[in-house]
C-alpha cells in the first residue's frame, strides 16, 4: 500500500522503536495504575455506605484493553514526526476509542444503579421491577445515540441534518403519543419522588382503595368493595391523592350528649370519666374532653383523642373500648345519654280554653 510505504520511508528504523517502545510502555503503566487504583478504590468502597464509590470500582474494572492501546498509540504518535495527515488520524482513533470507554464507563454505572434499584424493588415494590427495567433500557439507547453521533462528528460526517431529522422525527413521535409520554414522565415522577408506594391506602377523590401496582402508565388500586381502580399516572398526579398509609396516628374526634336533667355535679365528673376510658386503651393519646354546647335536646360533649397506629381495625377496636368503658361508667353514676325528645307546655286561657301548645 502506497501510503504505508511513505509512512515507513518517512520515518527511521530507531524512531519506530522508540515509538513502540512508548506505546507499550504507556499501555502497560496504564495496565498497572487502573490495578492500583481499583484495589485501594475497593477498599475505600467496604468501610463506606455510600454506593457511589462502588460504581466507581465497577467503572475502573470495565476499562478494555483496546482504549489502553489507542492510549499507547496516541503516546507513542507523539514521537514520531508524522505527517499532518497521519497524526489527525491518530488523533480521531484515540477520540472515538475514547469516546466509547466512556460510554462503558456511564453504561456500567447506570446498569449498576438500575440493579441495585430492581434488587430494593423486587424485596419491597416487585411492581416497580418493570418501570425500572424500562427506564434503564431508554438512559442506555440516549447514551449510545450520543457517543454513535460523536463519533460521527469526529470522523468529519455532518451530523447537522441527522440530529435535526431526529429532532423533528422526536416532536413527531411526541405529539403522536404524548399522553404515553406524559403517563411514562408521570410514572418517573411517582418512582423519584414516591408520593405513594405499593400498599399504601389512598383516597383519590371519591374513591378509596390500597395500591397493588405501579405501571408505566397506569396505576391500579384494590377498593374496599374488592374491584380494581385504574387511574393514569398523570391523571392521578393531577388528582388530589389523600395517603393514609403515611399516616403515623390518627386523630379522632367524637361527641355525646347528656340529658338536661343531668345534675352539674355528675357534668363536672363526665370529662374526667371520658379521660379515663380513653388512657385505659393501649396505643392512644388523650388530648381533652370538654362540655362543648347546649343542644336542642342534650348537654355536648366534645372529646379529642390520637390513636397511636394507621391501621383502621386498630382504630375501630380501641374506639368500641372506650365507649364501652363510657357507658359503664355513666350507668354506674346513673348519667343518661340524650336522644331527641320534644317537651310540650300547655296553658289555659281565662276563660278555661286550651291555649295553642308551643314546644
Known amino acids: ?111 449498576d444503579m438500575i440493579d441495585e434499584r430492581r434488587k430494593e424493588a423486587r424485596e419491597h415494590e416487585p411492581a416497580r421491577v418493570s418501570t425500572i427495567a424500562l427506564l434503564g433500557f431508554l438512559a442506555q439507547v440516549a447514551l449510545w445515540t450520543t457517543v454513535l453521533l460523536l463519533i460521527l462528528a469526529n470522523l468529519g460526517i455532518d451530523i447537522t441534518a441527522l440530529v435535526a431529522g431526529l429532532g423533528i422525527g422526536g416532536v413527531a413521535v411526541a405529539l403522536a403519543v404524548q399522553n404515553i409520554l406524559g403517563d411514562l414522565f408521570a410514572s418517573l ?29 397506569t396505576t391500579r388500586l384494590r377498593s374496599l368493595s374488592g374491584e380494581q381502580l385504574v387511574f393514569s399516572n398523570n391523571d392521578l398526579l393531577t388528582s388530589r391523592i389523600r395517603n393514609f398509609g403515611r399516616m403515623r396516628e390518627r386523630r379522632v374526634v367524637f361527641k355525646l350528649g347528656v340529658t338536661y336533667q343531668t345534675p352539674r355535679d355528675r357534668l363536672q365528673e363526665i370529662p374526667d370519666m371520658i379521660r379515663a376510658a380513653v388512657e385505659a386503651a393501649d396505643k392512644t393519646r388523650f388530648d381533652r374532653a370538654h362540655f362543648s354546647e347546649y343542644g336542642n335536646f342534650s348537654l355536648n360533649f366534645e372529646t379529642v383523642y390520637y390513636v397511636l397506629s394507621n391501621e383502621f381495625n386498630v382504630h375501630m377496636d380501641i374506639q368500641q373500648a372506650i365507649f364501652l368503658q363510657i357507658h359503664e361508667a355513666f350507668e354506674k353514676a346513673g348519667i343518661e345519654f340524650a336522644y331527641p325528645t320534644q317537651t310540650l307546655f300547655m296553658a289555659r286561657g281565662d276563660e278555661g280554653e286550651e291555649a295553642a301548645p308551643a314546644s
Not at 478504590?41 to 464509590?53: E, I, S
Not at 391506602?201 to 408505566?216: C, N, Y
Request: net charge negative.
Open 189 to 217: 415522577s411517582i418512582i423519584l419522588d414516591k408520593p405513594f408506594v405499593v400498599g399504601d391506602f389512598l383516597a383519590v377523590g371519591d374513591f378509596l382503595g390500597s395500591v397493588e401496582h405501579i405501571g408505566i402508565k
Open 1 to 111: 500500500m502506497e501510503w504505508l510505504d511513505s509512512l515507513r520511508d518517512s520515518i527511521h528504523r530507531d524512531e519506530w522503536l522508540v515509538a513502540v517502545a512508548v506505546m507499550a510502555g504507556t499501555v502497560l503503566v496504564l495496565r498497572v495504575l487502573q490495578w492500583i487504583v481499583r484495589r485501594k478504590l475497593a477498599k475505600l468502597a467496604a468501610r463506606t455506605p455510600t454506593h457511589w464509590d462502588d460504581h466507581a470500582v465497577t467503572a475502573i474494572g470495565s476499562t478494555r484493553l483496546l482504549f489502553l492501546v489507542a492510549v499507547g498509540i496516541y503516546a507513542g504518535s507523539l514521537t514520531l514526526d508524522l505527517e499532518p495527515a497521519y497524526a489527525s488520524a491518530v488523533g480521531t482513533f484515540t477520540i472515538i476509542a475514547l469516546l466509547l470507554q466512556g460510554g462503558a464507563w456511564v453504561n456500567t454505572v447506570i446498569g
